[in-house]
């Protein structure tokens, strides 16, 4: 990320895509090219040029604005980018300036000439360039009789009946060949000059040399008389050679090649037969279901774990896995055993290796993989994950108490509480108010208590009750103060000395009832009459 620091403020570089002031710009660079976040200049990845990077290198040059000269040479195509070349057919090397090696050509130089008597073939095209006397596309064919030399085109001038060789035009044939062109060696039992002698070769496997008439042990025998066979391993003339056939192949004696056992191919007998054959040379077809493989002596599939039958097509039975489905599953309560590796997948409820052990408390479901959602104690079953209320709860998840006036197992008992009392939602028991008690709450304290249960003794002045709910003292008439040990003062009566006195003229008020008692010839309810009216 670029910074540019002014007096006023710090500017950061356009992102990429963007250019000129504030950004607003869209660079129109092509085939990965990035422009210059000032100018939006794009700058080409190598192999492109042009404004836009649109135009390839042209041919001949590479790399960074196209400024390197390619190297190759004979017809060979450069990489635009890293200027490495593809070589044309029958050309090889770094700049494609050789040609193939002896006996190679084409492509890469990969495929072999398929020339006899060591004819070199053309390094592109891989015509075989016969050597003097041979002819024919592979050079395996003498030249005709009459006929000789390069190309087969110069003509014998021998006498008539007189061979001419094939190779150099002499007439007649040198010690061991014989035919009109000189290219056949001399028949089995005779040598020497036009093949006129008879061999003196008596013991038996013995072969006669075609030019000097030299008897030598034919091929695959060993020996001064020849009779003993090459040993195992060994072949050829004067059983010289180590034979090469792999996998138990056996190698004849006489030539070193091989004949294969059942299950391999090849000269070497170094390949297996491939999938879906099988036996002497492979000619045997099998199928085998499910990428099983197939023995390639005898056919046989070999399953793979969990599948078995002749082609491997069926599945295990329910309750056996492994090779060959022969290995018995140890999945309890229901659990599903996977065919390959034995594994078991427990049903609802089970969890365990063996799917042996229940799921523990706050768990459900398969495997015991969920978790639990219920509350107040409620218990989760351990299939299902429904939620089991204690008494007292109800709801999906026992998040509801028991409405008031209802109690126990799925709130389905009435409560049996008198006085306003409430009752415990799970047991039922009644929750008494202050200033009752009982098993029902229906027996209100005793003179004396008050409160919660009727637990709490009230402190009054001896005689006096209090409030069962809340132990305030209850005082009698005359009386007043938080424990009624007071009596009233003189204009005031009644329980708790409530009430005002209504007396006149200096007449007694009795503090209990609130009565006059008159002075000086005063009469009446309240004093106010006098006795002489």
Known sequence: MLYYVTALCVCLACPQGFYGADCQEKCVCLNGGHCNHVTGTCVCPAGWIGPTCKLKCPVGFYGADCSQHCLCQNGARCDRISGQCTCANGWMGAACGLACGSGLFGAGCEESCQCEHIAPCHHVTGHCLCPPGWRGPHCDKACLPGTYGKGCVQRCTCPQGTSCHHVSGECGCPPGLTGNGCEQTCLSGTHGLNCNQVCQCSETNQLCHPVTGLCYCAPGFQGPKCNQECQKGWYGPDCERECQCQNSGKCRSTSGTCECTAGFIGAHCNITCPAGRYGQDCAGVTLCGEGAQNDPVNGRCHCSPGRRGEDCGQGCAPGWFGEDCAILCNCSNGGLCDSVSGRCTCG???????????????????????????????????????????????????????????????????????????????????????????????????????????????????????????????????????????????????????????????????HRNGRCTCLNSWIGLTCQEGSDE
């Open 348 to 510: 609802l409820g089970w969890t365990g290796a063996h799917c042996d052990t229940e799921c523990p408390p706050g768990t459900f479901g398969g495997n015991c993989q969920l978790k639990c959602d219920c509350w107040n104690n409620g218990t989760c079953d351990r299939v299902t994950g429904t939620c089991q209320c204690g008494p007292g709860y109800y709801g999906h998840q026992c998040e509801h108490a028991c409405p008031p006036g209802l109690h126990g197992p799925l709130c389905q008992l009435q409560c049996t509480c008198l006085n306003k009392a409430s009752c415990n939602p799970s047991t039922g028991f009644c929750v008494c108010p202050p200033g009752y008690h009982g098993s029902r709450c229906h027996r209100e304290c005793q003179q004396g208590t008050f409160g919660v249960n009727c637990a709490k003794s009230c402190d009054c002045e001896e005689g006096t009750p209090c409030d069962p709910v809340s132990g305030r003292c209850l005082c009698t008439s005359g009386k007043t103060g938080p424990r009624c040990d007071t009596a009233c003062k003189a204009n005031r009566y009644g329980p708790d000395c409530t009430e005002s006195c209504v007396c006149y003229n200096a007449a007694h008020c009795d």
